[in-house]
């Protein structure tokens, strides 16, 4: 596998944006990540692009959008840019963060969309930095538990609804500061992940990362690379809330325990910043071989 880095000017690669998300990562995502991961990985790299089996777009998509007020500014500059570096959209792809994707028109390009809104593109992962554990284990309190915002989408007003008197379920509809969002994720033997304005969401990934079972309740199923990760033995997914329920009553909370550390000695081995990268090179060589 050859990939030919295509040659953008460097404003489509701000070094900063201006405000970070969730409130204790860094400034630093999967778009950052993945250009570094072939800056650390130069074998997979060829200065022709005659030989390259694929071209890369390294805009860094996110930070240009939230720097040009959410995308609704500098989508002609971003545009021209992108018309001038394609030299063959059939074999190119693109890293992308941003929930509504790279919003102008990269033709036949391969995206690859951590927050996947349509059935267009390539699932990856949406990292933040990892948390800090508390250094005593908190105690299992909850069957499962949300906290964010309930009014992003729907589907998390429906799962409000269904759930809120509920005794065994914490719902907290807002934000906390982080060691409490940490503690209360831990006290769960699920953490519901529904998605809200983006397909895919922070918390189901920061949830692997503390060890605990995540649950992604959304009209798509964008847990990544699917061809290559069996998710079903450390997570749940379900279309409507409805069917939610159904699914984590046959469960006890012993097999809960055994996939939440499952998914976090899965999450630490494949799915950290630059680990997660290798399966973006095993999919791109899928779709290569057909």
Excluded at 35 to 63: G, M, S, V
Excluded at 64 to 88: A, F, M, P, S, T
Excluded at 229 to 251: H, V
Aim: net charge positive.
């Amino acid at each position: 596998m050859k990939i030919y880095i295509l040659p953008v000017n460097d404003k489509f690669m701000p070094k900063t944006q201006p405000f970070k998300y969730p409130q204790h990562n860094k400034d630093f995502g999967v778009e950052q990540d993945f250009y570094l991961f072939l800056q650390n990985n130069k074998d997979y790299l060829t200065d022709d692009p005659q030989k390259a089996d694929w071209h890369y777009i390294p805009i860094f998509w996110t930070r240009w959008h939230l720097n040009h007020n959410y995308g609704k500014e500098g989508l002609e500059e971003l545009q021209n840019e992108v018309d001038r570096l394609l030299l063959d959209d059939n074999k190119t792809f693109t890293v992308c963060q941003y929930d509504d994707g790279t919003v102008v028109n990269i033709k036949k390009s391969k995206a690859f969309l951590a927050s996947r809104k349509t059935n267009e593109g390539y699932d990856i992962p949406l990292l933040c930095s990892p948390h800090k554990e508390p250094f005593f284990k908190p105690q299992k309190k909850y069957l499962a538990s949300f906290l964010g915002r309930i009014a992003t989408h729907p589907i998390r007003q429906s799962m409000l609804a269904l759930l809120k008197d509920r005794r065994d379920v914490f719902i907290y509809d807002g934000s906390l500061k982080t060691n409490a969002y940490v503690k209360k994720i831990m006290e769960s033997y699920i953490s519901l992940c529904p998605r809200g304005y983006g397909g895919s969401s922070f918390r189901f990934f920061e949830s692997m990362q503390l060890g605990v079972v995540p649950f992604l309740v959304g009209d798509i199923d964008t847990r990544p690379f699917k061809n290559f990760i069996n998710w079903d033995e450390m997570s749940f997914y379900s279309e409507n809330t409805e069917n939610m329920l159904n699914i984590i009553k046959n469960y006890d909370n012993n097999k809960l325990i055994s996939m939440g550390l499952k998914c976090k000695e899965f999450y630490y081995n494949n799915l950290i910043y630059q680990k997660w990268c290798k399966y973006v090179i095993y999919q791109l060589e899928d779709v290569k071989n057909g």
